[in-house]
C-alpha cells in the first residue's frame, strides 16, 4: 500500500534552520507530483511547497527565500529544508503525493520557539 513518512520535525529556535523528509512507498514516485502542507493550531492547512515531477518548485509567499523544497527520486523521498525559522512556522506539517490521487503523511511537529 502507499506509505508517506515524514521525519525531521522538532523544537528550534527563531532563526534556526530544520529539514524535513517525506519517504514515500507503494508509488512511482518520480510520476507524482509532491507537496508540503502545514496545519496550526485553529486554522486551516495550507500549502507550503510543491515540486513537480520535473522539478519546478513553488512556494507560498510567507515562506519564500526561506525554504526549499527537493527532491530525490532514487531514494523516494521529498525534502523541504527551512531556514530562518519563525513561531509563526509552528505547525505540524503534512507531504502529499498527487498523480489524480492524493496521498497523505501523518505529519511531523514543528515547533519554533526561545
Known amino acids: 500500500q502507499v506509505q508517506l513518512v515524514e521525519s525531521g520535525g522538532g523544537l528550534v529556535q527563531p532563526g534556526g534552520s530544520l529539514r524535513l523528509s517525506c519517504a514515500a512507498s507503494g508509488i512511482i514516485f518520480r510520476l507524482y507530483v509532491m507537496s508540503w502542507y502545514r496545519q496550526a493550531p485553529g486554522k486551516q492547512r495550507e500549502l507550503v511547497a510543491v515540486?513537480?515531477?520535473?522539478?519546478?518548485?513553488n512556494y507560498a509567499d510567507s515562506v519564500k527565500g526561506r525554504f526549499t523544497i527537493s527532491r530525490d527520486n532514487a531514494k523516494n523521498t521529498v525534502y523541504l529544508q527551512m531556514n530562518s525559522l519563525k513561531p509563526e512556522d509552528t505547525a505540524v506539517y503534512y507531504c502529499?503525493?498527487?498523480?489524480?490521487?492524493?496521498?497523505w503523511g501523518q505529519g511531523t511537529q514543528v515547533t519554533v520557539s526561545s
Open positions: 515540486i513537480t515531477s520535473g522539478g519546478s518548485t
Open positions: 502529499k503525493a498527487n498523480y489524480g490521487s492524493n496521498y
